[in-house]
Protein backbone atom coordinates (compact mmCIF):
# COMPACT_ATOMS: atom_id res chain seq x y z
CA UNK A 1 0.00 0.00 0.00
CA UNK A 2 2.09 3.30 -0.96
CA UNK A 3 5.63 3.82 -1.09
CA UNK A 4 7.67 5.75 1.50
CA UNK A 5 11.29 5.71 1.25
CA UNK A 6 13.17 5.03 4.76
CA UNK A 7 14.24 8.70 4.90
CA UNK A 8 12.70 11.07 7.73
CA UNK A 9 11.18 13.44 4.49
CA UNK A 10 9.87 10.32 2.62
CA UNK A 11 7.92 9.14 5.84
CA UNK A 12 6.84 12.69 6.39
CA UNK A 13 6.05 13.05 2.88
CA UNK A 14 3.13 10.33 3.61
CA UNK A 15 1.18 12.42 5.61
CA UNK A 16 -1.23 14.31 2.86
CA UNK A 17 -2.12 10.24 1.84
CA UNK A 18 -2.67 9.23 5.83
CA UNK A 19 -4.84 12.38 6.01
CA UNK A 20 -7.07 11.72 3.00
CA UNK A 21 -7.31 8.29 4.32
CA UNK A 22 -8.35 8.74 7.89
CA UNK A 23 -11.15 11.56 6.74
CA UNK A 24 -12.54 9.26 4.55
CA UNK A 25 -12.87 6.76 7.14
CA UNK A 26 -13.63 8.88 10.04
CA UNK A 27 -15.64 11.94 8.33
CA UNK A 28 -13.58 13.57 10.89
CA UNK A 29 -10.64 16.08 10.64
CA UNK A 30 -9.74 16.50 14.16
CA UNK A 31 -9.97 12.27 14.33
CA UNK A 32 -7.91 11.57 11.07
CA UNK A 33 -4.96 13.71 11.97
CA UNK A 34 -5.33 12.09 15.67
CA UNK A 35 -4.87 8.92 13.75
CA UNK A 36 -2.05 10.14 11.59
CA UNK A 37 -0.26 11.27 14.94
CA UNK A 38 -0.32 7.95 16.84
CA UNK A 39 0.66 5.95 13.50
CA UNK A 40 3.58 8.19 13.07
CA UNK A 41 4.39 8.08 17.16
CA UNK A 42 4.71 4.07 16.40
CA UNK A 43 6.51 4.48 13.80
CA UNK A 44 9.33 6.71 15.56
CA UNK A 45 9.17 4.84 18.82
CA UNK A 46 10.18 1.92 16.54
CA UNK A 47 13.92 0.93 16.93
CA UNK A 48 15.64 2.55 13.83
CA UNK A 49 17.39 -0.82 13.05
CA UNK A 50 13.54 -2.02 12.81
CA UNK A 51 12.55 0.74 10.83
CA UNK A 52 15.09 0.43 8.60
CA UNK A 53 13.86 -3.50 8.10
CA UNK A 54 10.66 -2.23 6.45
CA UNK A 55 10.96 -2.09 2.80
CA UNK A 56 7.64 0.29 2.47
CA UNK A 57 6.89 2.40 5.52
CA UNK A 58 4.62 3.97 3.56
CA UNK A 59 2.67 0.88 3.83
CA UNK A 60 3.22 0.17 6.94
CA UNK A 61 1.80 3.61 8.08
CA UNK A 62 -1.25 3.12 6.37
CA UNK A 63 -1.86 -0.25 6.86
CA UNK A 64 -1.43 1.01 11.01
CA UNK A 65 -3.42 4.03 10.51
CA UNK A 66 -6.26 2.27 8.72
CA UNK A 67 -6.09 -0.18 12.17
CA UNK A 68 -6.50 3.00 14.15
CA UNK A 69 -9.36 4.12 12.51
CA UNK A 70 -10.91 0.52 12.22
CA UNK A 71 -10.93 0.86 16.07
CA UNK A 72 -11.99 4.02 16.63
CA UNK A 73 -15.16 3.49 13.97
CA UNK A 74 -16.27 0.80 16.61
CA UNK A 75 -15.82 3.05 18.98
CA UNK A 76 -17.60 5.96 17.66
CA UNK A 77 -20.96 3.94 17.24
CA UNK A 78 -21.27 4.14 20.81
CA UNK A 79 -20.43 7.84 21.02
CA UNK A 80 -22.57 8.33 18.99
CA UNK A 81 -25.75 6.51 20.55
CA UNK A 82 -24.54 9.10 23.27
CA UNK A 83 -24.82 11.98 21.07
CA UNK A 84 -27.28 14.77 21.32
CA UNK A 85 -29.81 14.92 17.88
CA UNK A 86 -28.53 13.79 14.45
CA UNK A 87 -24.05 13.09 14.00
CA UNK A 88 -23.15 14.78 10.43
CA UNK A 89 -19.38 14.69 9.21
CA UNK A 90 -17.31 17.40 9.50
CA UNK A 91 -17.60 19.64 6.60
CA UNK A 92 -14.58 20.36 4.51
CA UNK A 93 -13.87 24.17 3.38
CA UNK A 94 -12.10 25.15 -0.08
CA UNK A 95 -9.87 27.45 1.18
CA UNK A 96 -8.26 28.47 -2.39
CA UNK A 97 -11.70 30.49 -2.28
CA UNK A 98 -11.45 32.11 0.69
CA UNK A 99 -7.64 33.11 -0.24
CA UNK A 100 -8.67 34.32 -3.60
CA UNK A 101 -10.96 36.19 -2.35
CA UNK A 102 -9.38 38.13 0.43
CA UNK A 103 -6.43 38.06 -1.60
CA UNK A 104 -4.28 36.80 0.82
CA UNK A 105 -2.31 33.23 1.81
CA UNK A 106 -2.95 31.08 4.64
CA UNK A 107 -0.53 32.16 7.99
CA UNK A 108 0.60 29.85 10.24
CA UNK A 109 0.68 25.89 10.17
CA UNK A 110 -1.52 23.84 7.14
CA UNK A 111 -4.92 22.50 8.76
CA UNK A 112 -5.40 19.31 7.95
CA UNK A 113 -8.20 20.23 6.45
CA UNK A 114 -6.79 21.92 3.56
CA UNK A 115 -4.46 18.53 2.88
CA UNK A 116 -7.86 17.06 1.88
CA UNK A 117 -8.49 16.47 -1.75
CA UNK A 118 -12.02 17.71 -2.60
CA UNK A 119 -13.49 15.19 -5.20
CA UNK A 120 -16.83 13.02 -5.02
CA UNK A 121 -15.31 10.87 -2.32
CA UNK A 122 -15.65 13.48 0.20
CA UNK A 123 -18.74 14.54 -0.95
CA UNK A 124 -21.50 14.83 2.17
CA UNK A 125 -23.96 12.39 0.36
CA UNK A 126 -21.35 10.11 0.27
CA UNK A 127 -20.05 10.65 3.11
CA UNK A 128 -23.13 9.88 4.97
CA UNK A 129 -23.70 6.73 2.82
CA UNK A 130 -20.29 5.54 4.44
CA UNK A 131 -21.64 5.96 7.96
CA UNK A 132 -24.65 3.46 7.28
CA UNK A 133 -21.33 0.87 6.91
CA UNK A 134 -20.21 -1.56 9.15
CA UNK A 135 -16.33 -0.59 10.22
CA UNK A 136 -14.83 -3.22 8.46
CA UNK A 137 -17.21 -2.55 5.27
CA UNK A 138 -15.86 1.21 5.25
CA UNK A 139 -12.06 0.16 5.82
CA UNK A 140 -12.32 -1.87 2.99
CA UNK A 141 -14.51 -0.11 0.86
CA UNK A 142 -12.52 3.12 1.18
CA UNK A 143 -8.90 1.33 0.61
CA UNK A 144 -9.81 -0.58 -2.31
CA UNK A 145 -12.93 1.36 -4.01
CA UNK A 146 -11.61 5.10 -3.08
CA UNK A 147 -7.80 4.48 -2.83
CA UNK A 148 -7.22 1.56 -5.15
CA UNK A 149 -5.52 -1.00 -2.54
CA UNK A 150 -5.50 -4.29 -3.10
CA UNK A 151 -7.61 -7.03 -1.23
CA UNK A 152 -4.46 -8.65 -0.16
CA UNK A 153 -3.12 -5.31 1.75
CA UNK A 154 -6.40 -4.73 3.29
CA UNK A 155 -6.70 -8.20 4.43
CA UNK A 156 -3.47 -7.54 6.66
CA UNK A 157 -5.56 -4.10 7.98
CA UNK A 158 -9.08 -6.17 8.67
CA UNK A 159 -7.25 -9.57 9.55
CA UNK A 160 -9.07 -11.71 7.70
CA UNK A 161 -8.23 -13.09 4.23
CA UNK A 162 -9.11 -11.14 0.61
CA UNK A 163 -11.26 -13.23 -0.30
CA UNK A 164 -13.17 -11.99 2.58
CA UNK A 165 -12.36 -8.17 2.24
CA UNK A 166 -13.75 -8.66 -1.50
CA UNK A 167 -17.15 -9.48 -0.32
CA UNK A 168 -17.23 -6.85 2.48
CA UNK A 169 -16.06 -4.34 0.00
CA UNK A 170 -19.23 -5.89 -2.38
CA UNK A 171 -21.61 -5.38 0.00
CA UNK A 172 -20.37 -1.78 0.83
CA UNK A 173 -21.01 -1.30 -2.82
CA UNK A 174 -24.15 -1.84 -2.72
CA UNK A 175 -24.86 0.01 0.24
CA UNK A 176 -23.18 3.07 -1.81
CA UNK A 177 -25.22 2.13 -5.52
CA UNK A 178 -28.66 1.98 -2.91
CA UNK A 179 -28.15 4.97 -1.44
CA UNK A 180 -26.80 7.66 -3.81
CA UNK A 181 -29.18 9.45 -6.23
CA UNK A 182 -28.36 9.16 -9.84
CA UNK A 183 -26.26 12.04 -10.82
CA UNK A 184 -28.25 14.35 -12.56
CA UNK A 185 -27.19 17.88 -12.23
CA UNK A 186 -24.11 19.65 -13.48
CA UNK A 187 -21.58 21.52 -11.41
CA UNK A 188 -23.24 25.04 -12.68
CA UNK A 189 -26.72 23.50 -12.19
CA UNK A 190 -25.95 22.76 -8.74
CA UNK A 191 -24.30 26.45 -7.64
CA UNK A 192 -27.25 28.01 -9.91
CA UNK A 193 -30.29 25.58 -7.26
CA UNK A 194 -28.04 26.86 -4.09
CA UNK A 195 -27.80 30.82 -5.32
CA UNK A 196 -31.71 30.72 -6.17
CA UNK A 197 -31.91 28.86 -2.43
CA UNK A 198 -29.95 31.62 -0.79
CA UNK A 199 -31.92 34.29 -2.55
CA UNK A 200 -35.43 33.06 -1.34
CA UNK A 201 -33.53 32.76 2.30
CA UNK A 202 -32.76 36.07 2.34
CA UNK A 203 -35.86 37.65 1.34
CA UNK A 204 -38.34 34.94 3.15
CA UNK A 205 -39.81 33.89 -0.04
CA UNK A 206 -41.23 30.25 1.11
CA UNK A 207 -43.41 30.05 -2.60
CA UNK A 208 -39.73 30.05 -4.40
CA UNK A 209 -38.66 27.94 -1.38
CA UNK A 210 -41.17 25.79 -1.92
CA UNK A 211 -40.53 25.38 -5.38
CA UNK A 212 -36.69 24.68 -4.88
CA UNK A 213 -37.08 21.99 -2.54
CA UNK A 214 -38.05 18.26 -3.93
CA UNK A 215 -41.45 17.66 -2.13
CA UNK A 216 -39.99 14.76 -0.73
CA UNK A 217 -37.02 16.45 0.59
CA UNK A 218 -35.25 15.60 4.27
CA UNK A 219 -33.07 18.46 6.16
CA UNK A 220 -30.64 16.77 8.90
CA UNK A 221 -28.78 19.00 11.15
CA UNK A 222 -26.13 18.65 13.51
CA UNK A 223 -25.80 21.17 16.66
CA UNK A 224 -24.16 17.98 19.11
CA UNK A 225 -26.17 19.54 22.08
CA UNK A 226 -24.15 22.87 21.77
CA UNK A 227 -26.24 25.33 20.25
CA UNK A 228 -29.95 25.47 19.16
CA UNK A 229 -30.79 23.22 16.01
CA UNK A 230 -33.53 20.71 15.49
CA UNK A 231 -32.93 17.23 16.91
CA UNK A 232 -34.96 14.60 14.39
CA UNK A 233 -34.50 15.71 10.47
CA UNK A 234 -37.16 17.86 9.20
CA UNK A 235 -39.55 15.82 5.99
CA UNK A 236 -40.53 17.27 3.26
CA UNK A 237 -40.37 20.51 0.91
CA UNK A 238 -42.90 22.71 2.80
CA UNK A 239 -41.96 21.75 5.94
CA UNK A 240 -38.42 22.52 4.95
CA UNK A 241 -39.36 25.93 3.65
CA UNK A 242 -41.04 27.30 6.53
CA UNK A 243 -38.21 26.52 9.08
CA UNK A 244 -35.67 28.05 7.11
CA UNK A 245 -37.82 31.22 7.27
CA UNK A 246 -38.42 31.24 10.49
CA UNK A 247 -34.74 30.94 11.37
CA UNK A 248 -34.33 33.86 9.18
CA UNK A 249 -36.78 35.52 11.40
CA UNK A 250 -34.92 34.82 14.37
CA UNK A 251 -31.51 35.51 13.16
CA UNK A 252 -31.28 38.75 12.78
CA UNK A 253 -27.67 39.34 11.46
CA UNK A 254 -26.82 36.63 9.86
CA UNK A 255 -25.16 36.71 6.28
CA UNK A 256 -25.42 34.18 3.70
CA UNK A 257 -22.32 32.56 1.82
CA UNK A 258 -21.94 30.79 -1.33
CA UNK A 259 -19.38 28.97 -0.53
CA UNK A 260 -17.83 24.59 -1.67
CA UNK A 261 -18.61 22.36 1.17
CA UNK A 262 -16.90 19.54 0.81
CA UNK A 263 -15.86 20.14 -2.80
CA UNK A 264 -19.52 20.94 -3.79
CA UNK A 265 -21.53 24.26 -3.85
CA UNK A 266 -23.09 24.93 -0.47
CA UNK A 267 -23.83 27.61 1.89
CA UNK A 268 -22.32 29.64 4.86
CA UNK A 269 -24.11 31.40 7.43
CA UNK A 270 -21.95 34.21 9.47
CA UNK A 271 -22.42 36.15 11.95
CA UNK A 272 -20.45 39.18 12.83
CA UNK A 273 -17.74 37.41 10.61
CA UNK A 274 -17.72 34.06 12.50
CA UNK A 275 -19.01 30.87 10.85
CA UNK A 276 -22.08 29.40 12.47
CA UNK A 277 -23.51 27.29 10.39
CA UNK A 278 -22.77 25.28 7.04
CA UNK A 279 -24.99 23.71 4.70
CA UNK A 280 -24.31 21.39 2.00
CA UNK A 281 -26.97 20.23 -0.45
CA UNK A 282 -27.82 16.96 -2.52
CA UNK A 283 -29.35 18.55 -5.96
CA UNK A 284 -31.31 16.18 -8.05
CA UNK A 285 -33.46 16.91 -10.79
CA UNK A 286 -32.99 20.80 -10.61
CA UNK A 287 -34.94 20.31 -7.09
CA UNK A 288 -33.08 20.08 -3.57
CA UNK A 289 -33.58 16.69 -2.23
CA UNK A 290 -31.15 16.68 1.13
CA UNK A 291 -30.01 19.16 2.83
CA UNK A 292 -27.45 18.68 5.78
CA UNK A 293 -26.77 21.43 8.14
CA UNK A 294 -23.66 21.31 10.16
CA UNK A 295 -24.23 23.83 13.54
CA UNK A 296 -21.70 22.11 16.11
CA UNK A 297 -18.84 24.73 16.23
CA UNK A 298 -16.50 21.58 17.34
CA UNK A 299 -16.96 20.60 13.71
CA UNK A 300 -16.66 24.01 12.18
CA UNK A 301 -13.26 24.82 13.52
CA UNK A 302 -11.35 24.84 10.02
CA UNK A 303 -14.10 27.61 8.90
CA UNK A 304 -13.11 29.70 11.85
CA UNK A 305 -9.55 30.87 10.26
CA UNK A 306 -9.91 31.66 6.90
Known sequence: MGTGGGSADGVAGERRRLINVAYRLLGSVTEAEDAVQDAYARWYGMPRDRRQEIASPGAWLTTVTSRICLDLL???R???????GAWLPEPLPDRTEWNHAAGTEPAGPVDPADQIVLDESVAMAFLVVLESMTPAERV???LHDVFRYPYAGIAGVL???PAACKQLAASARRRVDGGRAPATATASGRADVVRRVKAAWETRDIATLVGLLDAGAVMTADG????GTVLRPVEGGA???RYMVAIADKAPGLGLLERSVNGLPGLVARRAGVVETVASFDVSGGCV???WVVRNPEK????RTP
Not at 78 to 84: I, K, P
Open 78 to 84: ARRERYV
Open 140 to 142: AFV
Open 74 to 76: GSA
Open 300 to 303: LRPW
Open 239 to 241: RIA
Open 224 to 227: GGLV
Open 289 to 291: ARI
Open 159 to 161: GRT
